[in-house]
């Protein structure tokens, strides 16, 4: 399998973060794995704030598979304020929770969640569970790219700039645009 970007696992249980880990790795996935214990660091993470501003050691996720029981800030509180922004607009946001509540579903989706995975109670179903979320949404899936209307990311230090997935800086897309002469303002 290709090495499709880094992953963010915002897990405060830390044997579901093993069971994530091992499910990339029985798959054969070589994305990186970074891991935030609660809403508050996901922001941070994000933002690129605090402990996580060295983008070098902690680069912008290509997909966040988030609980929705995260202490601080629960995960909905964290979806929310993703989909608040326009530069994650293209990022997967997969709720992986043990709740199987409707409520819960559809609250999630409602947010802007792009899947919703209970956690299986079974070792063979959760090493099934991501390895089929690793075929999709790391391989199989092609993302959008930010269009006219989501601005692009803003520098994280100079000459590295901050981008979320699917952000082309060298797309044409992308390139400045020029002002229409006014008619007879020559004259």
């Not at 947010?111 to 199989?140: C, Y």
Request: glycine share 8%; charged share 25%.
């Amino acid at each position: 399998m290709s090495v499709s970007g880094p992953v963010l696992l915002a897990e405060d249980n830390p044997d579901d973060v093993l069971l994530v880990r091992l499910g990339f790795k029985k798959a054969g996935c070589e994305s990186p794995i970074f891991v935030v214990k609660d809403g508050e660091q996901a922001l941070q993470y994000f933002k690129g704030e605090g402990n996580y501003a060295d983008r070098t050691k902690f680069p912008i996720p290509a997909l966040l598979m988030l609980d929705l029981k995260l202490p601080r800030m629960n995960g909905f509180e964290v979806l929310a304020w993703i989909r608040q922004r326009p530069e994650w607009k293209c990022l997967p946001v997969i709720v992986l929770t043990t709740s199987h509540f409707g409520k819960d579903i559809e609250q999630a989706y409602d947010l802007g969640a792009n899947s919703f995975l209970s956690k299986p109670t079974d070792l063979n179903e959760w090493m099934g569970a991501v390895q089929q979320l690793i075929r999709f949404w790391l391989h199989d899936s092609s993302l959008p790219e930010p269009g006219p209307f989501v601005p692009p990311p803003q520098e994280s230090s100079p000459g590295r700039p901050l981008a979320p997935p699917g952000y082309n800086p060298r797309s044409a897309r992308h390139a400045p645009r020029t002002k229409p002469k006014k008619r007879g303002a020559n004259r």
